[in-house]
């Protein structure tokens, strides 16, 4: 009597696939904080002029030369250097950053451990890369006052972060130097560009990740005891 060999191939032999982790609990609680805080921001404002227009007053981030006259905003002007994360231009301007935030936040974030220390760590991360693009957005900027917003320069960050994660310096440099190659593209191209994009700010946000990434999983990373 012959007894039937499993092959690997698709048949009543092969073992079912395991089940996959829902969505959500597969999701870092801290990249899952963020998404859906700017997403619930976005759907409230939908909702709530007042509250859009108050958000936009006090998070949107105005990059001008220095010395320029800039009108005044609700929280001061240190706030938009991380409340502009939270203000999109549109639905595929939200989506997008969300598709990079969930992309790279789950690998850093698996990375630094999803407890308590390592959550805390990586909202740190995301928020000083915010401030890093806005900065060098605003100290590079020429020419009239224009706003700036959008998570793209946080998720810009976490490009190098998750280039990190994967390869150490070579790995983020695969990852974080071809982005900052595009974005330099897409400033020599200017006034040619359909929209304007805030390239500085990408940039800003990369070297921030660049730089950050290694103090912040030295610090940040959770260990087993």
């Not at 060999?5 to 996959?20: A, E, K, M, T």
């Not at 939270?86 to 639905?91: A, M, N, S």
């Not at 992309?103 to 974030?109: E, L």
């Amino acid at each position: 009597m012959s007894v039937p060999q499993r092959d690997g191939s698709d048949g009543p032999w092969q073992s079912p696939p395991p089940p996959r982790a829902p969505v959500f609990n597969a999701m870092p609680p801290a990249v899952l904080l963020i998404a859906l805080s700017i997403v619930g921001v976005s759907l409230l404002g939908q909702v709530w002029a007042d509250f859009q227009r108050w958000v936009f007053n006090a998070g949107v981030f105005i990059a001008a030369e220095r010395g320029a006259a800039l009108p005044s905003q609700p929280l001061g002007p240190v706030a938009p250097l991380f409340l502009h994360v939270y203000i999109h231009f549109g639905l595929f301007h939200i989506a997008m950053n969300l598709a990079i935030l969930v992309a790279t936040g789950r690998a850093v974030s698996q990375r630094l451990g999803q407890g308590l220390l390592g959550s805390a760590g990586f909202i740190f991360l995301f928020f000083a890369c915010a401030a890093t693009g806005a900065s060098l957005e605003a100290f590079l900027h020429q020419g009239p006052p224009v706003s700036m917003a959008g998570a793209s320069t946080a998720v810009s960050g976490l490009i190098a972060a998750a280039g990190w994660v994967r390869g150490g310096w070579r790995g983020m440099a695969g990852l974080a130097l071809p982005w900052i190659g595009i974005n330099l593209v897409i400033g020599l191209l200017g006034d040619m560009m359909p929209i304007p994009i805030a390239w500085l700010g990408h940039i800003g946000g990369t070297l921030g990740g660049i730089v950050l990434t290694p103090l912040v999983i030295a610090v940040f990373e959770e260990r087993p005891d």
